[in-house]
């Protein structure tokens, strides 16, 4: 009690310490304490405090301690300002002026703090030899939105591997599917870890089904094996008692309309039946099985109903922009507008791309007019997606005039200023004026404006330009957020420049495919070879330098089975069917990268039995 009443005379200040003199001299205890103070504070009495009595307190009535306010907000980075009742009773006015000076500088706390990335602990070195404060082995700044998407998502931090139950502890297979799970960035990996879980009956926790959701929802290519464990992975989330988050729902919506390459009406109504599922609390997928017909799901809540988002609902509306049905559009407007949430830029950037699908230039004008009005920049993702537009248009002028200003912004060119400031000012004012873009100094193409820039290119014949623009992407440097840096010969960390991908080859051999000019059967091979002076000339000699590049790629490079055919079918084309020189190439790539399987409807295991019949029954090679 003593304890209690040194400590609240001390925090209640000049205020108690005049009611007590008035009244009769003994200690007043609050019979509510300050919820703020530590209980330790009090576990440790001074005994000369309870003997002094009611001089104590007249003393402290003499000297008058500064009033001290409490914050009703306390930080957690504050630190305790008095230690003890006794450095309390000792120190008087003089230590509290004395923490007052050394009271440590405010912190203000973001009130939606962003989740910490992993750091690496290599030290850079500078050309002194001095260490510099530690970087990243990756690019992790946050960039705005005018970067695009990145194609290099940072990798998910792994969780603290917790301990097996004892029943399992001796079982190494599923040891190291524990340790998988726990720590792998693959979302095969964890699949397959968490079959083999399932297949010995060992409960998983929460937070590593909440983390197999976001491998499945980052996994690239998309596919429909995405959708199938999505949907798993949160129905088990739901049977442990456990909650689908919001952010976890869209990801359902979202896989459910890419499980195919062209997305259909029923594409559509598998995500709709989803957001259903969320908006009244049911399991995921219950909709879609009572509308299966199935008999054993019973439509009941178990959850409290979500309220979607506009990233739910800009989700809806991408999937119905993809299926071109202007019913399935309207009706994804009709959910937003009702919602009564105002538009992002995503929810323009989905509509033109329905606009362009289904060729409505005037739309599209419309649609970027809006973005402008709304004080909304249309970002690199947007100029990404109208290249494609004014491709299906023919309008490659107004693709080659986005480009020059997006290269001019990375690597300005230093002849001719003059003269090229007046020309990118005039494409500026054309590109405002009659299309409605704005392409401001510090946007430059990424990996996605190289990559469909290479695909217009080679799909309307103009292999020159798809050349240069693919020696642009392999000498500009990659400062995309998730990037890998490398160190210099000083030691710094640097960003590496941009490596060609399967994608861009596979739209090179698509071009050859359709550009070249076929060659009878039988051809002389000195024919099959003529060179001309146009580079434009889809030729075989062309084709093989472009293959030449194709085979410096590393080996672990996955080369899809359509980039892979492709490229048969551009020699057989530019070759006139050689079919000794196509088994040499075949037999290249194959001792080259990896293996994958086909099955034999494939085409590709069709075209492989017609150069090797003695592989016909085989799934593989």
Same mark, same amino acid.
């Given at each position: $009690?003593?304890? /209690?009443?040194?400590?609240? *005379?001390? @925090?209640?200040? =000049? %205020? #108690? &310490?005049?009611? !007590?003199? +008035? ?17 330790? $504070?009090?576990? /440790?009495?001074?005994?000369? *405090?309870? @003997?002094?009595? =009611? %001089? #104590? &307190?007249?003393? !402290?009535? +003499? ?30 006015? =003089? ?527």
């Amino acid at each position: $009690m003593a304890a /209690k009443s040194c400590i609240q *005379t001390v @925090e209640s200040g =000049s %205020s #108690t &310490v005049k009611k !007590q003199e +008035k009244e009769k001299p003994h200690i007043v205890v609050n019979p509510k304490p300050p919820a703020t103070r530590p209980r330790r $504070m009090v576990a /440790k009495p001074r005994t000369p *405090t309870v @003997e002094s009595g =009611s %001089s #104590t &307190v007249k003393q !402290q009535a +003499k000297e008058k301690p500064p009033h001290i306010t409490a914050d009703p907000n306390p930080r957690a980075t504050r630190p305790t300002v008095v230690k003890s009742c006794t450095q309390a009773v000792e120190s008087g006015p =003089s230590a509290v002026k004395k923490q007052e000076k050394e009271k440590p500088p405010h912190i203000t706390v973001d009130p939606k703090p962003r989740a910490t990335r992993p750091q690496s602990r290599t030290p850079a070195v500078s050309s002194t030899g001095e260490k510099q404060e530690e970087q990243k082995p990756y690019i992790t700044a946050e960039f705005p939105h005018h970067v695009g998407r990145t194609w290099r998502p940072l990798p998910i931090k792994a969780l603290r591997v917790r301990p097996l139950p004892h029943v399992f502890s001796r079982n190494d297979q599923v040891i190291r599917a524990w340790t998988v799970l726990h720590e792998t960035t693959s979302s095969n990996d964890a699949w397959k870890a968490y079959a083999i879980l399932n297949e010995y009956a060992v409960p998983v926790y929460l937070g590593v089904l909440h983390r197999m959701v976001r491998l499945a929802a980052r996994d690239r290519p998309r596919a429909s094996a995405e959708f199938t464990r999505l949907l798993e992975i949160l129905k088990q989330i739901t049977f442990s008692g456990g909650k689908v988050y919001l952010h976890e729902w869209n990801a359902l919506i979202a896989a459910a309309g890419r499980r195919w390459r062209k997305t259909s009406v029923r594409q559509y109504e598998t995500a709709l039946s989803f957001f259903r599922d969320m908006t009244k609390g049911q399991t995921p997928g219950t909709t879609l099985a009572i509308d299966a017909g199935s008999s054993d799901v019973e439509e009941k809540t178990t959850a409290e109903p979500l309220v979607p988002d506009i990233y739910t609902y800009t989700t809806l509306l991408g999937i119905a922009a993809r299926t071109k049905d202007p019913k399935c559009l309207h009706h994804a407007r009709m959910l937003l507008e009702r919602s009564q949430i105002p538009p992002n830029r995503f929810t323009h950037l989905a509509l033109v791309t329905y606009f362009s699908a289904v060729s409505q230039p005037g739309a599209v004008r419309s649609t970027l007019l809006t973005l402008e009005r709304d004080n909304m920049e249309l970002g690199l993702d947007g100029i990404n997606a109208l290249l494609s537009v004014y491709s299906k248009n023919q309008r490659l002028d107004l693709v080659t005039m986005i480009y020059r200003l997006l290269k001019h912004n990375l690597t300005p060119n230093l002849e001719n200023v003059e003269e090229e400031t007046n020309r990118l000012e005039e494409y500026r004012r054309q590109l405002r004026i009659e299309e409605f873009i704005v392409v401001p100094d510090y946007l430059v193409p990424n990996e996605a404006t190289y990559t469909s820039l290479i695909q217009i290119m080679t799909y309307h014949g103009r292999l020159s330009t798809a050349l240069r623009i693919f020696a642009d992407m392999i000498t500009a440097p990659n400062t995309e957020r998730g990037a890998f840096l490398t160190r210099d010969a000083d030691g710094v960390l640097r960003p590496t420049p941009y490596t060609p991908t399967p994608a861009i080859f596979r739209a090179l051999f698509l071009g050859f495919r359709r550009h070249a000019k076929p060659l009878k059967d039988g051809a002389p091979l000195e024919l099959k070879k003529r060179d001309v002076n146009s580079p434009d000339e889809w030729t075989l000699s062309n084709l093989q330098r472009v293959f030449d590049l194709f085979m410096s790629m590393p080996p672990t490079v996955q080369v899809g089975s359509s980039a892979f055919y492709w490229l048969i079918m551009a020699f057989q084309t530019t070759s006139g069917n050689d079919k000794e020189l196509l088994c040499n190439v075949w037999r290249q790539v194959e001792g080259r990268f990896r293996y994958f399987t086909v099955g034999q409807e494939n085409r590709l295991y069709k075209l492989k039995v017609s150069l090797f019949p003695e592989t016909a029954g085989r799934h593989w090679w």
